[in-house]
């Protein structure tokens, strides 16, 4: 990764160019600390409070994200992400479900992800990368059919971005 805060060669690695550079390599995460019911009866896609992280603008990162989600095997469970205008994502997912077997899939930053069942956790994993507009990219959910259940995402759920360039 180039890191936009290098000294000329001979020059002296200051304090605020270090710490620059320290930021700039640190992973950003976001992590649920409550269950967020995003039903009954809700097929519209809300933002997971606490799971969005701001990106730069001309910027692309890793991104890593687990989420525990439960509902029931009628609901189902859907979700997909707001983000800045020029932002793309390339993603694998993965889902595992005690009510269906184990599936993948592979998405963009338009994609909404529909999973099934009950007692549930999905990966993601895939590049992010932004354009010239600097913005929150945020994890949205819903029940993927109007069912009058509880719907959660869970505590322990997860976003990660690790700026690559």
């Known amino acids: 990764m180039a890191l936009t805060a290098i000294p000329a060669a001979?020059?002296?690695?200051?304090?605020?160019?270090?710490?620059?550079?320290?930021?700039?390599?640190?992973?950003?995460?976001?992590?649920?600390t409550s269950d967020q019911n995003v039903g009954p009866s809700n097929t519209t896609l809300t933002d997971v409070t606490e799971i969005g992280i701001a990106v730069a603008a001309n910027a692309i990162y890793e991104i890593r994200l687990s989420?525990?989600?439960?509902?029931?095997?009628?609901?189902?469970?859907k979700f997909a992400f707001t983000f800045p205008v020029g932002l793309t994502l390339d993603a694998a997912v993965q889902y595992y479900?005690?009510?269906?077997?184990?599936?993948?899939?592979?998405?963009?930053?338009?994609?909404?992800?529909?999973?099934?069942?009950?007692?549930?956790?999905i990966w993601l994993h895939g590049l992010v990368t932004n354009g010239a507009n600097a913005g929150t990219l945020q994890?949205?959910?819903?029940?993927?059919?109007?069912?009058?259940?509880?719907?959660?995402?869970?505590?322990?759920?997860?976003?990660?971005?690790?700026?690559?360039?």
């Open 67 to 77: 989420v525990q989600y439960s509902t029931n095997t009628t609901a189902d469970f």
């Open 97 to 121: 479900s005690t009510a269906e077997a184990y599936l993948t899939g592979r998405g963009i930053q338009t994609t909404v992800f529909a999973c099934g069942g009950t007692g549930a956790s």
């Open 10 to 32: 001979g020059a002296k690695l200051r304090g605020s160019i270090y710490s620059a550079n320290l930021t700039e390599r640190t992973a950003l995460y976001a992590v649920k």
């Open 139 to 165: 994890l949205q959910a819903a029940q993927n059919t109007s069912t009058a259940v509880t719907t959660n995402v869970e505590i322990g759920t997860l976003m990660v971005l690790q700026r690559v360039a």
